[in-house]
C-alpha cells in the first residue's frame, strides 16, 4: 500500500492545509498545540477516509466482524503510534524540521485519553492495535467518559483525586455521529401483547429514555492496510426536557436536571458503587454501552445482509465480552432479535450462543461482579425478565444425577441469594470461555469456575495476554529500538517472534555494551521526569527497582516497601552495610474508595520523605513515588527499568502486562510464580529471572492449615517484625501520621496476602539479584535473554489465537 504522504514536499503541502482549515493560522503563527491538533486531525482524516473506503467493500463481503466489549480503552497518545503504523514517521520529522518544528515538541502536546485506568483497558487497546495489523475487521465498544477516572495527585503523601478534564481542549482523533443514535430506556413497565398467531410479545413503555451519541476513533494498523474503529458512547438526553418554569423561577438545577442525570451516566469512570446512587449509576453505564453497541451491530447486520439472513449472523458476527462489565451482551441481544426483529427463543438463544465469548481476569470469587435483584429489576424490567428465564432454563436442564448436583446448581445460577450474578450469566451465555494465563485458566477450572467447567469443558480455554510491540519498545524506547533494527531488521515490528534472533548476539561484547548504554540513555531520561515531577534526584548509577501497576492488596506494593524500610532499617543499625545503590521507584492508583491500597500509598511517600531526607543513606537508596500513572509516563518508565517487580500472591494474579512489557524493554522479573510471570520464566529461562516466594499450591496449603501470622513477626523481630512495629510506632509518621490501618488490616486479618510469609524469601531474592548487577556482562546476557524471548507476549499472537480458536475469523 503506498504511504499516505510520498515525500516530505507532499506531507508539508497537506499539513498547511490542515493546518489553516482546523486553526485558521499559518505555521509560523500558531502555537505547538494547535500545530499539534493540525497534525492529529491530518493522520485521522486519512485513516477515517480509508475506513470508509474499506467499510462499504467490507459490508458486501462475508469476512467476520468481532466487535469487542470493553467498558476500558486505554489507549494513551496516539500520534506517534499511527506515524509509526502508517510507516511515515521519517517523512514527517523531516518535513516539520524544514518548517523549524521538532515533532517531539508536538508529540508532548498530547495528553492520555480518560478512558480506562488499569491493565484491562491497555490490554483492550492492545488487542485494536493487533487486530488492525492482523487484518481482522475488529471493532472496539466502549464509553466515552467526559472525566475518565481521577487525575492522582499527592498532597503530603496522600493520593487526591481531581477531575481529569481530558476533553477540555477537544480530542483531535475522534468523529461524533449523532446520526448513528441509539435510545436506551431506564425503568418503564413491561408490557405483554398477544399476538395473532397466540404468541406473545413484550415492549417497556414509560420510563426515561436516553441517546447514546457514538464518537469513533480510528484504529490504524502497522503498515496502513487496516484502518478499524472505535466506538466509544456517550449519554444524552432523548428530549430537550428543560422546564422553563423552573428556570424563569430561578431554579436552574431543576431545570436542567433530566440532562444533568442523562449525562452523568458518561461523566466518570467506575463511579463510587458504595451507595445506592452510585450503584445505579454504575449498572446504568454497562447497560447503556450493551445496549448501544448490540443495537448499532444489528443495524450494521441488516444494512449489510437484510433481515432473512439471521441465521448467518454466528457466521458474520463475533461479539467478545472483557470481564463481566459487557455480560449483559447475551441477554440485550436476546431482547433485540425477539422483541424487535421477531424471532422465537429458541432461534434467539441459538444466535447468542453461537455469537458471544467471554473472557474471565480474576479468580476472586469476591471480585465477579453481582447486583441486587431489585435494583436490576427496577432499572432494567424487560433485560431482567429474559435473564430469569434463561436463569429458569438452566437450571430446569441441569444435570440431577451428578455428586452433590444442589450445590453445584447453587453455585451456577445467575439468580441466587437475592442477586444477579454477572460471571454466571457471562459463562452461559458465551460458547467461548478464556482465562488469560496458564496458571489463572487452570485455577478458573479447578476452582473459580469448576462447576461450570465439569458441564461444559469444551468451553473453557486458555489466551495468555500480550501487549504491543509496537508501542511499548517500538514508540517507547527509540533507542532499543534502533539497535535491534540495526541488527536483525525492521521485522520484529511485525512479527515479534522475530527479536528471538537476537540470542545470536549473546556473546557479542559491542552489542552487549551497546544494550547497556540505551538502557542509560532511558534512565537519563525517566530521573529527567523524576525530577521535575516528584522534586526527586535519582541517581542514573543505580539500579533501577520498579514496581507500577494499580494498587490493590494482593499485587503486595506493601511488600516491596516493607523491604526498603528493612533496607533503612540494616543501613541505621549497622554503618558497615551498604546495598546496591538502587532506586525504588513506584506508581500506580488505588480506586478511590479502596482505604487500605490508599494508605499503602501515603506509607511509600511517607517512607520516601524520611529516606530522601535522610543523608546517613540517601547516596544509596533512594525512593520515588510518579503520580499519575498513565501511558505517556509508563513509556518512560518501562525502558529504564532494571528490576521488574511482579510480587502478587502466587494464583492471585490472572495475568498481569506490566511484566511483559518491561522484560520486552530488558528487564528482569523479580517475582513470584503467577500469572505470566512462569510463563515468562519458561521462556527466557529460570536462570535470567528472580523467582521467590510460596507457590500457588503452597498458599492455598497455608490458607487452609495452620498459619498464625503472629508467630512470623515474633521470629523475626528483626526483620519483618520491625517493620510491621515503625507502622505505628511513628518511624515514618512525620509527613501525615502513622500507618495503624495497615496494621490491623495485615495482622487482624492474619497477612491474608502472605506479605510476612515472603518477606525473607523476597528480601533474600533482592540481595542476591542485585549482586548480580555488579558483574555487568552476567547481568547484560539476562537482559537480552528476556528481550529476545518477549516475541511470544506480543498481542498480535495472542489476537491470532482468539480469531483462529475463538472467533472463528
Not at 278 to 305: C, H, M, P, W
Not at 410 to 430: H, K
Not at 528 to 538: A, D, H, I, N, R
Amino acid at each position: 500500500m503506498p504511504k499516505i504522504f510520498a515525500t516530505a514536499d507532499e506531507f508539508k503541502r497537506d499539513y498547511r492545509t490542515m493546518l489553516m482549515a482546523e486553526v485558521g493560522k499559518d505555521i509560523d503563527d500558531a502555537k505547538n498545540a494547535e500545530r499539534y491538533r493540525a497534525l492529529a486531525k491530518l493522520i485521522a482524516s486519512r485513516a477515517n477516509r480509508q475506513f470508509a473506503e474499506s467499510d462499504s467493500e467490507n459490508g458486501r463481503s462475508d469476512k467476520k466482524k468481532v466487535y469487542y466489549f470493553s467498558l476500558e480503552f486505554l489507549m494513551g497518545p496516539l500520534l506517534d503510534n499511527y506515524l509509526l503504523n502508517y510507516g511515515v514517521r521519517d517523512i514527517v520529522e523531516q518535513g516539520l524540521a524544514e518548517m523549524g518544528i521538532e515533532l517531539d515538541d508536538l508529540l508532548a502536546e498530547e495528553g492520555d485519553p480518560g478512558l480506562g485506568n488499569g491493565g484491562l483497558g491497555r490490554l483492550a487497546a492492545c488487542f485494536l492495535d493487533s487486530m488492525a495489523a492482523e487484518g481482522i475487521l475488529g471493532f472496539g465498544n466502549g464509553m466515552r467518559y467526559r472525566y475518565g477516572l481521577f487525575k492522582q495527585e499527592i498532597r503530603d503523601g496522600r493520593q487526591v483525586e481531581v477531575t481529569d478534564n481530558w476533553l477540555a481542549k477537544g480530542y483531535p482523533w475522534e468523529t461524533r455521529h449523532p446520526e448513528s443514535r441509539v435510545h436506551v430506556r431506564f425503568g418503564g413497565d413491561v408490557v405483554r401483547h398477544g399476538n395473532e398467531d397466540g404468541t406473545f410479545s413484550f415492549s417497556v413503555e414509560g420510563g426515561d429514555l436516553i441517546e447514546a451519541i457514538p464518537y469513533d476513533v480510528p484504529i490504524i494498523g502497522y503498515n496502513g492496510k487496516t484502518v478499524n474503529r472505535l466506538r466509544l458512547w456517550s449519554a444524552e438526553p432523548a428530549s430537550a426536557d428543560f422546564d422553563l418554569d423552573a428556570f424563569n423561577a430561578g431554579d436552574y438545577a431543576k431545570a436542567n436536571k433530566f440532562r444533568t442525570d442523562a449525562e452523568a451516566i458518561s461523566e466518570i469512570l467506575y463511579p463510587n458503587d458504595a451507595g445506592e446512587h452510585g450503584r445505579i449509576l454504575r449498572l446504568k453505564q454497562e447497560y447503556l454501552f450493551v445496549a448501544a453497541g448490540i443495537a448499532s451491530i444489528l443495524r450494521t447486520f441488516k444494512n449489510d445482509y437484510g433481515t432473512s439472513s439471521w441465521d448467518r449472523f454466528p457466521d458474520l458476527v463475533a461479539i467478545h465480552t472483557n470481564d463481566t462489565h459487557p455480560a449483559m451482551c447475551g441477554a440485550e441481544l436476546m431482547r433485540l432479535l425477539m422483541d424487535e426483529e421477531g424471532l422465537d427463543w429458541d432461534t434467539a438463544w441459538d444466535i447468542v450462543t453461537r455469537s458471544v465469548s467471554y473472557t474471565n481476569h480474576t479468580v476472586l470469587p469476591e471480585a465477579l461482579e453481582k447486583w441486587p435483584i431489585d435494583t436490576f429489576r427496577r432499572l432494567l424490567p424487560r433485560v431482567y425478565m429474559i435473564i430469569d428465564e434463561i436463569n429458569r432454563r438452566f437450571m430446569e436442564s441441569f444435570p440431577r444425577d451428578v455428586d452433590n448436583w444442589q450445590d453445584k446448581l447453587r453455585n451456577t445460577a445467575i439468580l441466587w441469594d437475592g442477586q444477579v450474578r454477572m460471571a454466571n450469566l457471562s459463562v452461559i451465555c458465551s460458547h467461548s470461555v478464556n482465562g488469560v494465563a496458564q496458571l489463572h485458566t487452570e485455577i478458573l477450572k479447578r476452582d473459580t469456575l469448576h462447576d461450570f467447567y465439569e458441564l461444559t469443558p469444551e468451553k473453557f480455554n486458555n489466551k495468555t495476554n500480550g501487549i504491543s510491540p509496537r508501542r511499548f519498545l517500538g514508540n517507547a524506547n527509540p533507542s532499543l529500538s534502533r539497535l535491534i533494527t540495526s541488527k536483525i531488521g525492521d521485522g520484529w515490528l511485525k512479527d515479534a517472534s522475530e527479536l528471538k534472533r537476537l540470542e545470536s548476539y549473546i556473546d557479542d561484547n559491542e552489542f552487549l555494551d551497546a544494550l547497556t548504554a540505551s538502557k542509560r540513555e532511558n534512565k537519563v531520561r525517566l530521573a529527567e521526569y523524576v525530577k521535575k515531577t516528584c522534586g526527586v534526584e535519582l541517581d542514573v548509577d543505580s539500579i533501577f527497582d520498579v514496581q507500577v501497576k494499580r494498587f490493590h492488596a494482593y499485587k503486595r506494593q506493601l511488600l516491596n516497601i516493607f523491604k526498603v524500610m528493612h533496607i533503612y532499617n540494616r543501613m541505621l543499625a549497622d554503618p558497615s552495610y551498604k546495598p546496591h545503590k538502587t532506586s525504588f521507584i513506584f506508581s500506580g492508583k488505588a480506586a478511590s474508595a479502596y482505604t487500605f491500597a490508599k494508605e499503602v500509598i501515603r506509607l511509600i511517600n511517607s517512607v520516601a520523605d524520611v529516606i530522601n531526607n535522610d543523608e546517613r543513606v540517601n547516596e544509596y537508596i533512594k525512593v520515588a513515588f510518579i503520580p499519575n500513572f498513565a501511558v505517556s509516563n509508563a513509556q518512560l518508565i518501562y525502558p529504564a527499568t532494571e528490576i521488574s517487580e511482579q510480587i502478587s500472591t502466587a494464583g492471585k494474579e490472572a495475568s498481569g502486562t506490566s511484566n511483559m512489557k518491561l522484560m520486552m524493554n530488558g528487564a528482569i522479573t523479580l517475582g513470584t510464580l503467577d500469572g505470566a510471570n512462569i510463563e515468562i520464566a519458561e521462556l527466557a529461562g529460570l536462570e535470567n529471572e528472580k523467582i521467590f516466594g510460596l507457590k500457588e499450591s503452597e498458599v492455598e496449603a497455608l490458607r487452609h492449615g495452620n498459619y498464625f501470622a503472629w508467630d512470623v513477626y515474633n521470629a523475626d523481630r528483626d526483620g519483618v517484625g520491625r517493620c510491621v512495629d515503625e507502622l505505628v510506632d511513628g518511624t515514618f509518621a512525620r509527613l501525615s501520621g502513622n500507618f495503624e490501618s495497615i496494621q490491623a488490616e495485615l495482622m487482624n486479618n492474619n497477612d491474608y496476602d502472605f506479605v510476612l510469609a515472603d518477606f525473607a524469601s523476597y528480601v533474600q531474592a533482592w540481595e542476591e539479584l542485585t549482586e548480580v548487577y555488579d558483574d555487568q556482562r552476567t547481568w547484560q546476557r539476562m537482559a537480552l535473554m528476556n528481550i529476545a524471548n518477549s516475541g511470544h507476549f506480543s498481542s498480535d499472537r495472542t489476537i491470532r489465537e482468539y480469531r483462529d480458536e475463538i472467533w472463528k475469523a
